[in-house]
């Protein structure tokens, strides 16, 4: 596998100069008013969860990759920032020829992720697994923590370390180096999706075989490995807790659909039933959905699978509170607990809303408090009592799932809200208020689209 590694150590990131940002970020807002049912079709994108990974994976090959039915969001093209950095060639369209990226990395020649591209995502220690496999080595700043939690990646570099990698750290950057990983028995003592991701990764090119339990299921995990499989790699049990793979020497180019993006589509689902809409959810994947459409109509929302790919979901009546507890796949998603808040504040009753993955994401109880939400927080549970006449107000985005929070319940407010910082949301929801608008939203943007360069991420 060529891979050229940099001449000397000199060329590579040693102290990391801190530069405070002189340039003022031009935040992003949205002017939403509220009150009006969002009634027609909405179409779902590509997941950018699945993106990510299968993104990284081109560096396992010195073929040419073709991903499609990519989302036009901004990871995508930090993403796409990172790889070059490295030396990849990275081409990405959105025109009417598919949202599509071209990738190739047969020149790959500094397999290092700089700390100003990781800092805005920290989904680039994604690339740390395939870097390591294809290079032999990889030096990867340190993600840092983010608005919901600590992030470590302590079990990605546990099993790097236990394929036979060894790791330094210094100046804020990680040093993995391996001849050549080897196969070895893996047993993750937390699930972990971008962990299960980038150890699948570096699994596929390794000596012999990994069998790595108690992994992530998620289906963007799936995904990955489909796309692995079409690559050449050889992997059984991808959407188990149980992934076994066995090594091979080379993987060739491939060109793969991205799945649609099941948080995008329970997103817009949520988004039907409170505002007492009839909405129709297309390009989506109902058999990811289970656990969302169920705490729907448990709330009292109508959701009929109307096709292999579209939801339909109506609430004419009332909406009931109902209790929800997340958890990993195919549990009830995190990335949904946010979205389902805001709907507990239109439910009769009370919700109580338990958050088991992540220490700090409940960011958006304030926001909502403010706008009138009648919210309670205790420990990893937040008691919603509803229901509450929400009104509008200027409010503040923090993370990519508490600006959907805030996006929904702007929808049902009384008068126009004004949300601050939605470059959170521009993260992994693509043209979110043109597809709002399409559906009746009064919803606008002021600032310049994409202009702003956040320095906090998720
Ligand atoms: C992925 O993050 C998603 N991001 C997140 O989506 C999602 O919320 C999360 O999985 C859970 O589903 C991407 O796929 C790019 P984890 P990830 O590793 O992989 C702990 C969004 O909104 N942990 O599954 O970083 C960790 O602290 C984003 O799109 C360790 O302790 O999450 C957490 O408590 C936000 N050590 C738990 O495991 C590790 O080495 C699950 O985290 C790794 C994780």
Redesign the pocket.
């Known amino acids: 596998m060529t891979c050229a590694i940099p001449p000397d150590e000199a060329s590579l990131p040693r102290a990391v100069t801190l530069r405070v940002q002189e340039k003022t970020i031009d935040m992003d807002k949205f002017v939403i008013r509220g009150g009006n049912p969002l009634v027609g079709s909405i179409r779902v994108s590509g997941a ?2 699945s993106a ?1 990974p299968c993104m990284a994976a081109a560096i396992l090959t010195e073929d040419e990759v073709i991903l499609e039915n990519i989302p036009q969001v901004r990871d995508i093209e930090t993403e796409q920032k990172l790889l070059m950095s490295m030396g990849a060639q990275v081409e990405l369209g959105y025109g009417r020829a598919q949202h599509r990226t071209t990738i190739s990395c047969r020149h790959l020649s500094d397999p290092v992720a700089r700390y100003e591209i990781v800092k805005t995502m920290r ?1 680039s220690s994604l690339v740390l697994g395939p870097l390591v496999a294809r290079c032999g080595m990889a030096r990867v700043a340190m993600p840092g923590g983010c608005a ?9 570099l546990k099993g790097l370390e236990k394929m036979g990698a060894t790791i330094t750290q210094e100046h804020g950057y990680l040093e993995a180096r391996a001849e050549r990983l080897r196969g070895t028995h893996l047993f993750f003592d ?6 299960t991701e980038d150890l699948l990764m570096a699994a596929v090119l390794a000596d012999g075989e990994t069998v790595m339990e108690n992994c ?1 299921r ?1 289906p ?1 995990v799936t995904d990955l490995a489909a796309m692995l499989v079409s690559m050449g790699a050889q992997i059984e049990g991808a959407g188990t807790p149980t992934i076994r793979v066995q090594g091979v020497s080379k993987l060739h180019g491939t060109r793969h659909r991205i799945n649609p993006d099941r ?1 995008e589509a329970g997103t817009f689902l949520v988004a039907g039933a409170i505002t007492r809409g009839d909405l129709i959810v297309t390009n989506c994947e109902p058999a990811h959905l289970g656990a969302i459409m169920e705490k729907l109509r448990e709330s009292g929302a109508r959701v009929d699978v109307q096709s292999e790919d579209s939801i339909r979901v109506r609430a004419e009546e009332k909406l009931s509170a109902t209790d929800i507890s997340t958890r ?1 796949y195919p549990g009830f ?3 949904m607990q946010a979205q389902f808040m805001a709907l507990s504040t239109q439910a009769q009753g009370v919700s109580r809303i338990t958050e088991n ?3 700090n994401r409940f960011m958006h109880v304030q926001e909502l408090v403010r706008m009138g939400a009648n919210i309670a927080v205790d420990g990893r549970t937040a008691t919603v009592q509803g229901a509450s006449q929400l009104s509008a107000a200027a409010v503040m985005c923090s993370d ?2 508490a600006s959907a929070s805030l996006v929904l319940a702007a929808l049902v407010a009384e008068g126009e809200s004004i949300l601050d910082r939605v470059y959170h949301m521009d993260r ?1 929801y693509e043209r979110i208020e043109e597809k709002l608008r399409g559906v009746g939203a009064q919803i606008r943007r002021m600032g310049n689209v994409f202009g702003s360069r956040a320095t906090s991420e ?1």
């Open positions: 950018k969860n990510l989904a919901i939690g600590g992030r470590p990646i302590d079990l990605h937390k699930i972990t999706v971008t962990g992530a998620e963007e948080i990993e998603p995190t990335d993955i992540f220490e990519l799932r992994g998720e």
